[in-house]
């Protein structure tokens, strides 16, 4: 039997952050991944690294500090499930950022499949938005 144990990755207190989790296997009454912890923990940190590396070419900040990405899960098998949003639906890069997501994440180290959903539920709204973010737009 699995569940999905959700580890939040705080890097800043005020800042909404994306829901990182992984998928485990139930042992009696714990629950052990089957990814070590130090290396769900490298691997944690690298992939928002790489989600960093990708900006919306609209706004000069990534759409990890814009609060675009809801949602990444790293299963057992190494594969990372992401679930992101645009800042508007009708988007001009609605079709490319996908593939941009997948491409950085797929160059991290021990991933071995991505996949990216876009969603719009809920909207994305400027509170999302990183402190960082704030800044780099000029709203802070």
Known sequence: MTMTDKVE????AETPVAETSSTHT???TAAVSAIP????ARMTDDVIGALKT???PEIPADI??????YKIDIEDDRSVKIEMTLTAPGC?????MPGWVQDAVSAVEGVSFVDVTMTFDPPWTPDRMSEEAQVAVGWY
């Open 92 to 96: 001009p890069v609605a079709g490319e």
């Open 9 to 12: 990755t705080l890097e800043k």
């Open 54 to 56: 990708v900006y919306d």
């Open 64 to 69: 990890y500090e814009l609060g675009l990405v």
């Open 26 to 28: 139930e042992v009696g």
């Open 37 to 40: 912890a130090d290396e769900l």
